[in-house]
């Protein structure tokens, strides 16, 4: 299918939160319009909904030249529908008037499955494609497959062991929810996922598909233009950097854990945490003070960072660790991380493990073991490995291959499917 015209749809916009789904739908925009592609972007706004409620305004609204952002409505992550069929009808009516040949979906998060069915139904000739950034159709707690009373990983769905996270829930309701979400994400045209991980967890959740590509999410033609300078191993090989939100999955406990181990073997180490203030830290993990306060300068926390400084932060440490707890999927962590050329040292689980291969992009450690990560970074230090690593770590996809593989998943039919009756109430 040559030159579609296409509309991108995503569960939030990077102006308003910066997570890697709506960056990697944001980056996709911007290369495929870079391109002379016939583009645009219809992006969730959490601001604009708020506002709405308390005054009376468009439900989608411009944003930039072929760049819409709508109010979405309530949507529970049990039902992954609108509460109110109204609203959704006008977001349908919007997308269905744009007359694409491919609405290509990031998440169904804030999308709603709902309106993928009816938008299906309006529009029967166009291609329908979804990128899957996380696992939330396959797990409740919020598509992380790990378990609610512990941070024990969870391996496989099913509704007993789903029932046991969440018994607030009936077994009927997990059945039906899986049938119901699977007999809509099973009339997508392509679904494309970021990594063989996250791939195999759908497929083996049930979801199948003519056309089930892994195409790596694009890091954007700014961070792609920027030169790859090579590091001088003895200064950098002592300086480990973390990046992202301290959130509970994220792994920074881990981290802040393993870092005093470590000193007291080599004290000349240094820790950055780009992405949170000494206070946020604290706050979610409070019985860890005392062991913040031994690192003492050792320990630095440089508070948020905009995405489009990271590659130039990440020049300025040896290894970029990733200590999250959960699966991950692709994390554009590491992706930025492979653009800077600093090397890795990353959970030994899931999309981390599979995009860091060990002797090449960096290290592996065990997931949630702050003693192993401590030997992990002990090695690290050595001058030698740090600069061989530095010169095998592997860049990122550029655009004209990620073009190429989007246009393949594009030119994907699979046959129509009759169209599935969402209810309006909650089931």
């Not at 973390?242 to 802040?256: A, E, N, R």
Request: aromatic share 8%; net charge negative.
């Amino acid at each position: 299918m040559a030159e579609p015209r296409i509309c991108i749809v995503a569960h939030s916009h990077p102006e308003f939160s910066k997570g890697g789904g709506e960056l990697a739908a944001w980056r996709q925009f911007e290369a495929m319009r870079a391109a002379g592609r016939d583009v645009r972007l219809v992006a969730a706004s959490e601001v604009g909904t708020q506002y709405a409620g308390l005054r009376g305004i468009e439900p989608v609204t411009a944003l930039g030249e072929d760049e819409y952002l709508y109010m979405f409505d309530g949507m529970a992550e049990d039902r992954l529908a609108w509460d109110d069929p109204f609203k959704r009808r006008v977001l349908v009516d919007f997308l269905a008037g744009l007359d694409c040949d491919v609405y290509h979906f990031h998440h169904y998060w804030r999308v709603g499955v709902d309106l993928i069915d009816d938008l299906m139904q309006a529009r029967p000739e166009a291609r329908f494609v979804m990128t899957m950034h996380e696992m939330l159709a396959i797990c409740l707690h919020h598509g992380q497959m790990v378990k609610t009373r512990a941070r024990e990983l969870c391996r496989r769905e099913s509704p007993m062991s789903c029932l046991a996270c969440f018994p607030d829930q009936t077994l009927e309701r997990f059945a039906y929810r899986k049938a119901m979400l699977l007999a809509v994400l099973s009339r997508f045209d392509s679904i494309v996922h970021p990594s063989e991980f996250i791939r195999d967890r759908y497929r083996a959740w049930g979801l199948t598909a003519p056309h089930d590509p892994v195409v790596e999410n694009y890091l954007g033609d700014p961070l792609l233009a920027l030169p790859r300078v090579a590091a001088d191993a003895g200064a950098m090989a002592h300086r480990f950097g973390f990046f992202g939100q301290p959130t509970s999955f994220k792994g920074l406990d881990v981290l802040l854990r393993a870092l005093p181990m470590a000193l007291r073997t080599s004290p000349g180490i240094l820790m950055t945490v780009f992405g949170a203030e000494r206070e946020d830290a604290l706050r979610l993990f409070p019985v860890l003070e005392p062991l913040v306060e031994e690192c003492g300068a050792s320990l630095t926390f440089a508070g948020r960072y905009d995405p489009a400084d990271a590659v130039a932060l990440m020049r300025s440490v040896g290894w970029v660790v990733v200590p999250s707890v959960w699966w991950e999927n692709s994390p554009v962590v590491i992706q930025e991380a492979r653009r800077a050329g600093t090397p890795l040292i990353v959970s030994d689980i899931g999309g981390m493990a599979e995009k860091v291969l060990p002797g090449i992009d960096g290290l592996h450690f065990k997931r949630a073991a702050p003693v192993d990560l401590a030997a992990v970074m002990l090695a690290a230090t050595q001058p030698r490995l740090r600069a061989d690593l530095g010169d095998s770590l592997r860049d990122v996809l550029g655009r004209a291959e990620f073009l190429r593989q989007l246009d393949d998943a594009y030119a994907a039919r699979a046959p129509r499917r009759e169209a599935i009756l969402m209810p309006a109430g909650r089931a």
